[in-house]
């Protein structure tokens, strides 16, 4: 078997050595990439439930402002068609006092 030089050996170990970092910094940039993606993914989960509440408590609050109109609407209505029948004389409104 051939031994070769101190010099060669070395420089191939710094070779194999270099090769294994570029390695091990790949993997970290994919395993990296692929956090990010999670992070990302979990992101836009929430951003999507945050909309769905809030666009669920818009609806009710819309629907209650809703009925409250309409409430206010049907007692105006009631109001005015009162007020469009006849009139109705209270002793307190007759100034002779009857």
């Known amino acids: ?3 070769r030089p101190a010099g060669e050996v070395a420089a191939a170990q710094g070779i194999a050595a270099v090769l294994a970092a570029e390695r091990d910094a790949r993997d970290a940039v994919a395993a990296a990439r692929v956090a990010a993606a999670e992070i ?3 992101g836009r989960a929430r ?3 945050i909309l769905e509440r ?3 408590r818009l609806t ?3 629907e209650r402002v809703e009925g409250r109109v309409a409430g206010r609407i049907a007692a105006l209505e009631e109001k005015a068609e009162r007020l469009q029948g006849p009139v109705e004389r209270r002793w307190w409104n007759d ?3 009857r």
């Open 40 to 42: 990302v993914a979990a």
């Open 54 to 56: 809030g666009e669920q």
């Open 47 to 49: 951003a999507r439930t």
């Open 60 to 62: 009710r609050a819309r």
């Open 95 to 97: 100034p002779q006092g």
């Open 1 to 3: 078997m051939v031994e």
